[in-house]
């Protein structure tokens, strides 16, 4: 059985039939190429590739011109690593009146892009833990986090575009490290939930909700002290620069101080 063609986004751009590595061309190409993918089987009309491959105010007078010759290429390379009987991937293009009107759409399976599956275990991962499935939630957790290859979209130009799309996913990806450490905080894994929101911590220092998670793992971890001085940084960090202190963080400091039990959640 021949090997399906394989798109991955969570880190550089790249194409893999099997063991094969598919050369994919220059940046901007494949930078196109993610713009298809993350479009997910939808017509993508030109004006709006030429918004998400250029900054603003930056497409050159030839940008049709050019996405054209990148559509072609690319059809070429997804028809040679294609079987001849295999209906996905399939890069369609749409005519409009104008070259500017026309729209382009890369058909694929579900299972073709790591984006996708990333997406599918992030929300297993949520829907589990609402069912207080602490080891399942680990689990689907880590599966989502191994298809994590670096930066996504690593190699391509920092357009708005490209940062918004980096962002989301860097987003879930804190959300799926953050649920993780809770999973293992509640499976009694309590010195690795310490030190993996240690390290969330570093990354995202004004995260509350890192804050109250890793105060709780500290407690149970005999460091109570730590708990408070953690706490007690942050409100000074929240008053210093908001003149504001959040009501979640007080009450965790109460419980912590009065010696409540503490809440993973």
């Known amino acids: 059985m021949v090997a399906d063609l394989q798109f991955a986004l969570l880190g550089p751009v790249t194409a893999r039939r099997g063991p094969l590595t598919i050369t994919l061309g220059p940046p901007q190409r494949r930078a196109l190429l993610a713009v298809l993918l993350l479009a ?3 017509a993508v009309p030109v004006a709006v590739i030429r918004e998400r491959l250029w900054p603003p105010a930056g497409a050159p007078t030839t940008a049709v011109n050019v996405i054209q010759g990148h559509v072609h290429h690319l059809r070429r390379h997804l028809r040679q690593h294609t079987p001849a009987d295999a209906s996905d991937p399939h890069l369609a293009s749409y005519p409009g009146h104008s070259p500017e009107q026309a729209s382009y759409a890369l058909h694929m399976g579900a299972e073709a892009l790591d984006i996708l599956a990333f997406h599918r275990l992030a929300d297993r991962g949520r829907e589990l833990e609402a069912e207080g499935s602490a080891r399942e939630v680990l689990n689907m957790c880590l599966a989502a986090q191994s298809l994590w290859r670096g930066q996504p979209l690593a190699d391509l130009q920092p357009t708005p575009y490209v940062r918004a799309v980096r962002q989301g996913l860097l987003d879930v990806r804190r959300d799926l490290r953050t649920r993780a450490a ?3 905080l509640e499976l009694g894994a309590v010195s690795e939930a310490v030190a993996d929101l240690q390290q969330l911590h570093l990354e995202h220092p004004g995260d509350d909700g890192i804050v109250l998670l890793l105060s709780t793992a500290l407690v149970r971890a005999g460091a109570r002290r730590r708990a ?3 706490l ?9 620069q908001y003149a504001h202190r959040p009501e979640q963080l007080l009450r965790q400091r109460e419980r912590i101080l009065s010696g409540e039990p503490e809440d993973s959640r």
Do not use: G
């Open 40 to 42: 997910r089987s939808q």
């Open 182 to 184: 809770r999973a293992r």
């Open 228 to 230: 408070l001085e953690l």
């Open 232 to 240: 007690d940084e942050e409100l000074r960090t929240w008053q210093r």
